[in-house]
């Protein structure tokens, strides 16, 4: 039996199913939780969708949003399910006792660093996201996808795959969410939060990001920094920041595209994409984090200007590499 | 029979083709120029592309790009097609000649404003891309479609629907985006080529643009103005300035996002993008434009500030017409 199938099959099989997913939840993450919990609720089954923050504003458009709740410790389940989580400290402490104490431990993820901490382990790197994954199992099991299944499926899809322009975007893909808006995916809806709620503060801070964009020695590793200082000189916020790493890579020559950004004084998020050689999974996972080849992240204690200095030589070591796979070299 | 099947007829039982395409091309009047012309030539026809100018140095990596003529006002075709054309005056002076020589004319286009000047009209507002008809059309008359025919009709659709964010991004239109991947479209290099290879001054004259974002009083309309003095100020050129519309009309509350580009002193584009209500095409249409209701434009002669107030005012006036379908009006 597939992955695939066997998932089906215990969603289908047993009545009460705690679902999770990764702290600072993006698209794919949400899209997946809610697009797997809405299914399990209109098969009969008690779901409950759990996460130790509320659902960010950006995604509270999302259908069944509102019924996420705080995770309660106290509380049993049959099955416990952790969506696109590489690990399941990912899911934070809570959750993670949660999922524990469940019978099952169902894990669906499709991050290439995926630990395989699951009794069952749905992870499939060829799937552009997390919800293209829920699809299929949707599909197997025979549970109809309604419009607010398909509204969180194609949102974890758009979201995972830059609007279906990241090199994750296959044939499949699109496949699959051509299928999510015949049955009623929200598209309208869904561009309209996510692309054209911007506001003023977040578009100030691109334009100053943009001002600000550095450039290494050969052109190869190019970057940005969002740092506390920017973010109130621009009235934004630090989710105002997602995405900038996109125009650091479209620099043309540039490799490797790099985005500082500064949760707190001490504490900085670098998300990283390359264009055609480096993996940056392994560049990430050097500093304690993960994701995909071409885009991953970590976060860094330290002062700001530190961890970029480090990042950026060990991007340029990664990059001097005799056998990185890079034109030439 | 369909539109469809009578052009795929007609591309079956002829020998010797022209096809064209509008002035200042986009990636769809490219995509589908560069994709029905191969696709003719690998079914054994004499299939000659032509335009009055090069293609531009973006769309350069489009498969058949180089085999693309200049016009020869003294050549004689069977069959002419319009590609991507609302009117044949769109085609130049030349192309619009030569066309008119032939003994069939063929109007393929998705523009609502099309005005239907062909022998054989085949216009579906409904597609995405004039590229989404050609692939209807090539499957009509069972014509394979090779990875560069593909890659062509991917490009086509790809930046019509910005990049399959726009109103016009159907199920359909996916399933055609996922048909051609699977027919070969080179998905990476088409990326890389239009979002990956931005130059230093172009992401500048993006963030002053952004800079200089204005708002009207109620918040409905938004503006950004790139005049030619900005563009060498940034270093960039007037083509970098494509898809800046799209940062305006994603601001907060705006329904309706205009881009003043200052093609020459005396000369200014405009764009327009709406969200919810207001027809675009109408109000470009004012101007002498058109497009479709989301997404039109048009040339205005005159000085640009003069342009701004005429053109804004314009817009408000049609914001405020009691029945435009916005929301409590």
């Known amino acids: 039996m597939t992955d695939i199938a066997e998932s089906a099959n215990v969603l289908l099989k047993n009545d009460n199913y705690v679902l999770t997913t990764h702290l600072n939840p993006d698209g794919d993450a949400l899209g997946s939780l809610l697009g797997l919990g809405l299914a399990l609720l209109s098969a009969g089954k008690n779901a409950v969708m759990v996460m130790p923050h509320p659902v960010p504003a950006t995604f509270q458009f999302m259908p069944g949003a509102q019924q996420v709740k705080k995770v309660d410790v106290q509380a049993k389940f049959d099955v416990g399910i952790a969506l696109d989580c590489t690990d399941i400290t990912r899911a934070g402490e809570e959750a993670q006792q949660v999922l524990q104490k469940a019978r099952n431990l ?70 699959t969410a051509a299928f999510l808006l015949d049955c009623g995916a929200e598209h309208r809806t869904i561009q309209q939060h996510l692309y054209e709620q911007r506001s003023l503060g977040s578009l100030r801070l691109l334009a100053r990001g943009l001002e600000s964009l550095s450039l290494n020695e050969d052109g190869r590793v190019a970057w940005m920094t969002v740092s506390q200082d920017l973010l109130s000189a621009s009235g934004a916020t630090v989710d105002d920041s997602d995405g900038m790493v996109d125009y650091v890579k479209s620099l043309k020559g540039v490799e490797v595209g790099i985005l500082f950004k500064e949760v707190n004084s001490g504490e900085t998020k670098v998300s990283f994409r390359s264009k055609n050689y480096l993996d940056v999974n ?12 071409r885009a991953a992240g970590c976060t860094v204690n ?23 796979g890079g034109p030439g070299r």
Chains 1, 2 share one sequence.
Request: hydrophobic letters at 35%.
């Open 106 to 175: 169902i894990n669906i993820d499709h991050h290439i660093s995926n630990q395989y901490f699951g009794d069952l382990n749905v992870v499939d790197a060829q799937a552009s996201a997390t919800g293209e994954i829920i699809y299929d199992i949707l599909y197997e099991a025979k549970i109809p996808i309604t419009s607010d299944i398909a509204t969180n499926l194609y949102t974890a899809i758009v979201t995972d795959t830059g609007s279906f322009q990241h090199q994750n975007t296959t044939a499949k893909c699109l496949q």
């Open 282 to 293: 392994q560049l990430a996972a050097h500093f304690g984090g993960g994701g995909h080849e």
């Open 302 to 324: 330290g002062k700001i200007e530190d961890i970029e200095r480090v990042v950026i030589r060990k991007t340029e070591e990664q990059l001097a590499v005799k056998n990185c």
